[in-house]
């Protein structure tokens, strides 16, 4: 399958298993087309966006004793996985200039989307609430559309959103254990691993191509449009270890866990 039409599949399809069906295919980029930006994923009726505040917001940890919260939880970090898959698609497409490899890396990541989207929305519904039952926002769709280039698309998606997950899975992990929801605790473990190497995919190619000038500290901070900024970057319990793991510098975790408002 050639990687265009795996993309256009992903952002333009309406139907919510053609999103996240797996490609066992081998993948060629052999026809990556022109440009194509387009304002909004396509969605199935009741996975439409939202009005702002209308979602629903993630329940506190202490609230999670509650399977229906508990199934809050898991719907909206669906939806979460979803607009990260459908801003990877639509990088494909905006950047088809973008190289190769990285584009490839890319397709493979969204494989990992895909799964997250589907581990997500199953829990959720063994807890009580089908995926699309609430609504849903589209924060992370929002600031993907200020990306101007494959580097800011880096600093802002990996390195940002990806790296904050860092975070928030482990807290959720723990949250989840403390009220015996060892399924739960354990698709949110299986999601930190692979953000490890999502972050490091970005921190890679960020590395590959902004100017030489610049240190990975200083590429990263110009290419964030407000309201990214370091700060976003990280959650309330900051993993170092995980940060040490995607192959950031010392010097670089340490600028991140010290940024502020």
């Known amino acids: 399958m050639e990687i265009r039409r795996f993309a256009e599949e992903v952002l333009l399809s309406s139907d919510l298993q053609n999103k996240l069906q797996p490609v066992t295919e081998p993948m060629t980029d052999l026809a990556p087309g022109h440009s194509l930006r387009v304002p909004e994923p396509t969605r199935p009726e009741n996975l439409q966006f939202a009005p702002r505040r209308a979602a629903p917001k993630m329940p506190a940890p202490g609230a999670l004793s509650d399977p229906k919260k508990r199934a809050v939880t898991h719907h909206i970090l669906a939806n979460h996985e979803l607009q990260a898959l459908e ?10 200039e973008a190289p190769a490899d990285f584009r490839m890396g890319i397709v493979e990541i969204m494989k990992d989307e895909q799964r997250h989207t589907r581990m997500h929305s199953e829990r959720a519904a063994k807890l009580g609430i089908n995926f699309g039952e609430l609504p849903v926002n589209c924060y992370i769709w929002k ?119």
């Not at 801003?87 to 088809?96: E, G, N």
């Open 143 to 261: 600031k993907a559309m200020q990306f101007e280039s494959i580097v800011d698309y880096l600093a802002g998606l990996p390195l940002v959103f990806e790296g904050r997950n860092l975070d928030h899975t482990l807290e959720l992990e723990q949250a989840f254990l403390a009220v015996d929801d060892q399924r739960s605790a354990t698709i949110m473990r299986k999601i930190h691993d692979d953000e490890i190497e999502h972050v490091a995919f970005g921190l890679n190619w960020l590395r590959k191509l902004k100017p030489d000038h610049l240190s990975d500290w200083e590429a990263f901070e110009q290419h964030l449009h407000w309201p990214l900024r370091p700060s976003k970057a990280k959650g309330e319990e900051f993993q170092r270890q995980a940060r040490l793991d995607s192959g950031m510098t010392e010097e670089f975790i340490d600028r991140l866990e010290q940024s502020t408002d």
């Open 87 to 96: 801003v990877m698609a639509w990088t494909l497409l905006a950047f088809p």
